[in-house]
Nanobody
Framework: QVQLVESGGGLVQAGGSLRLSCSASGRTFSSYAMGWFRQAPGKEREFVAGISRSVSVTYYADSVKGRFTISRDNAKNTMYLQMNSLKPEDTAVYSC?????????????????WGQGTQVTVSS
């Protein structure tokens, strides 16, 4: 069983930055494809960014390209989401997810394990 714990959320002004972290249990973190998703009130959960088992392949939703950067440190069993130039529409609960097999996917249903989520609120 994989356990994921997010941290780093908070309240920031528009144009500000936050770095989210996702710490994973287990000794095979490097074998997981990982992703970040977010869900705002009244909306479905949406894909934000994904990263391959190595750090060589990443994928971003169009809405965050150029502003967010996903990365991972396999030695620390940790994934990160650096969020710059934040906008009010980025306000949501952000969750990390682990995909035990296969490549990066945009569908939440392809992921096996989820963290509890961390709130990001961007004020205008």
């Amino acid at each position: 069983q994989v356990q994921l714990v997010e941290s780093g959320g908070g309240l920031v002004q528009a144009g500000g930055s936050l770095r989210l972290s996702c710490s994973a249990s287990g000794r095979t973190f490097s074998s997981y494809a990982m992703g970040w998703f977010r869900q705002a009130p009244g909306k479905e959960r949406e894909f934000v960014a994904g990263i391959s088992r190595s750090v060589s392949v990443t994928y971003y939703a169009d809405s965050v390209k150029g502003r967010f950067t996903i990365s991972r440190d396999n030695a620390k069993n940790t994934m990160y989401l650096q969020m710059n130039s934040l906008k009010p529409e980025d306000t949501a609960v952000y969750s990390c997810a682990a995909k035990l097999t296969g490549a990066i996917a945009r569908s939440q249903y392809e992921y096996n394990y989820w963290g509890q989520g961390t709130q990001v609120t961007v004020s205008s």
